[in-house]
């Protein structure tokens, strides 16, 4: 298993053997087949592989949104594998940041208030929860349009307020399940960037897509066959079987 | 307020607030089948208290210092016959009465007919005629209007005199001055010299429909053979329940009832008229509880499917809520408040609607309404709490919805 940054940095999360299996009517759908990996601070990670190879059911455990079947997951130093519902609901909102193919905007609430909202389950005071949730907008470029609603947005505007909401509570690391599949592909550039910026600020990016093409330009890159890890490296590498790649480091930046 | 407990009440009262205005056609929905609950129980109780308190007055004008020896109680359980074939009591025995009671402040017997009352051509029917004395006046509660009252004098010589209520009065001389005037009662004429002072109802029966004559007078004009009563008043500050106990060994004495045999009398009060009375409406009561039972159960119903119809329509608002650290107790809070909050504004509205119903039954009907300012807020806070308990199902489900299925919903 690769190991990005260096030995000492404790990793922010360490997989091992999960599966995840659902029963449908009697038979057993393995969705995760004992996947193990670690992802440290700082990291920005595509998960790749075809429709049904079990990108979004990883995404929904590393998200603590779903729990494993069998195997260890923990989070920045806490084992999420057992814990309560309530419990899980804590570690949402204090570790992740969710960013979804469909946005998931509340469609009568304001930007703002969109992206208030981890901060209110916080418990944090209106005056600050406000001054925050303006500032996380100033981040994704959109102070401007903090009072208008979701459909008053683009489609690339309504994702920076997701990213946005995603960045506000400041989580250990932003889990985007798909972030460009709704957008044209000038949006979905600009959305990209987006990313590259607040990976260079940083921030740990686990990114879900089948495009080979965005997972080319993370520096790291799983790819999912059958609820199994079958590559892990570089982005270009996994994502193009270009081995000749250069480091993956470099792509981002350009 | 820990912070937690903060998160669940502020939050879940914002967007509770926020999907009442979000969501009118359902508030309205919501409103209007609890509303119509409150409102049809307020309207029942509205009443019930109107009709309570319009007794209560009505039995104040008897007096609470009064009592009634007679032949016949007033609410007759069992076989009239028995009572009927008691002794009648007699004049002397009135007057022993009050030589051996020594906590009677006025003492009067008194006997009655209905009859008709007649001047000048104009004639009134059904109307009380009481034989009377002077004493009488003091015990009924009686004030007079002008002239004078009914003396011993009048009594002694069967003075054909009259003093006549105010709905007689009304009646009979319209725009005239009744003092001096004779009328006939049944034929026979008494002059008047005096009228009462209005006491208004009692039990539906006009009591102001009356007149009054002496007591001997009654019996020489109307005849003989009809059995009186005694009435009687007794000192202020005397215990009514104590002065009845004596009165009983009293009046036994008088009577010379024998040791160990049933009471041939019944001393009345008007407070074994509230106890019939109570009887009847605690009847009232009951139906007006089921009705509003039924009623509340229609609109509890009603909520908890326009709930449920929340909750699916919120499928993907509880997802990403909870995505984003919402406790299932805050989604839980959430609903509950906004079904109660739903329903106290029916409730609120329902309590304007019954109060509206209560006061035009008491305008077109001699029905008294009187709401008391506890039942306006019992039926908010009643509504609130129907909401709370048809919302604790819809507010379950919306919590116990697996948060990944709810993002996919669509
Ligand atoms: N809730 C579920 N119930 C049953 N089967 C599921 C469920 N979620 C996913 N699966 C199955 O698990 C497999 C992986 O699905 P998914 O993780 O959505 O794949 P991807 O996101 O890579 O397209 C698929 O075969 C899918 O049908
Ligand atoms: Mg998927």
Redo the contacts between chains.
Sequence with gaps: MSQVNGAGSPRLIDVQDVTRVFHVGGEEVRALRGVSFGISRGEWVAIIGQSGSGKSTLM?VL?C??TPSSGRYMLNNKDVSHMT??EL??V???EIG?I?QTF???P?ETALSNVE??L????MRAKERRERARAALAKVHLEHRMHHRPNELSGGQRQRVAIA?ALVAEPSMLLADEPTGNLDSATGEEIVRLFEELHRAGNTLVLVTHEPKLAARCPRAIRLSDGEIVADGPGRQVALGDLHAPPAQAAGGS | MS??V??DVM?GARIAF?SLG?NRMRTVLTTVGIGIGVATLLAIIGIIQGLNASFDKQLASLGSNTLQVSKFPWVIKGDWWMYRNRKNFTLPQVEQIRAQAPFIAAISPIVGRNGDVGFNGQQLSTVDVFGVTQEYFAIGSWQVMSGRSLTDADNAVTRPVAVIGATVAEGLFPGINPLGRSIRIDGRPFQVVGTLARKGKLLERDQDLAVMVPFKTFYSTFGKGRPFSISMAVDQGQDIRKAEEQLVGIVRRVRGTPPGAPDDFSINRPEQLAQTYEQLTGALYGVALGVGFITMLVGGIGIMNIMLVSVRERT??I????????????IVVQFLMEASAVSAVGGLLGTIVGLGTAKVVSLITPLAADVQAGTIMGGVGFAALVGLLFGIWPAARAANLD??EA?RYE
């Design positions: 929904n998200g949104l779903d519902d309530d609901a804590v949402r909102n204090e969710f979804f998931q905007l509340l009568k909202l981890p209110v389950y916080r418990g909401r | 912070k937690a903060r998160v939050e926020f979000a993907r608002e997802g990403i809520r909870r995505a984003l650290g919402a406790r299932k107790r805050t948060p990944v993002l």
